[in-house]
């Protein structure tokens, strides 16, 4: 993704999805953690009401596995650090201008022009030459024959 947020209140960011936390979402930073929670929270909880009361530990179900208890450590350390400004907005930033800002130019050349990076595998699948052969190009291409 493209955007991150900027945490003031925390009452337009999502807890769980938004790229809040160091400028990654927690599925990132704790993935482990995810089977674990409650899709209800997953997808409604804001990080000023998990953060009231630690209240996101409650979306948490089940027992967590050792990676996933480690994980879990982990981003009650990096939230405890966390404090909230109740007098600044939360700030979403489109990291794929400068400004900051959305525009679709940026979009644009974001999904489509710097997103074209794989030039000689596009060649490869849209010639002529039969799928056997093609098969075995793109396997020499990642080094795996």
Known sequence: MSVIVIVGDGSSTLFWSDRWIHEKAITEVAPAIMPFVRRRGWRRRMVREALEGNSWTKDIVGGLPVLATCQYLLLADMIRDI??????????????????????????????????????????????????????????????C
Do not use: C
């Open 83 to 144: 404090t909230l400004n109740p007098k600044q907005q939360d700030h979403h930033v489109w990291t794929s201008d400068p400004s900051g800002h959305f525009s679709s130019k940026s979009a644009y050349e974001r999904y489509f022009v710097v997103g074209i990076r794989f030039e000689r595998h596009m060649r490869l699948w849209k010639s002529w030459t039969p799928l056997k052969v093609k098969l075995f190009i793109w396997l020499m291409m990642w080094n795996r």
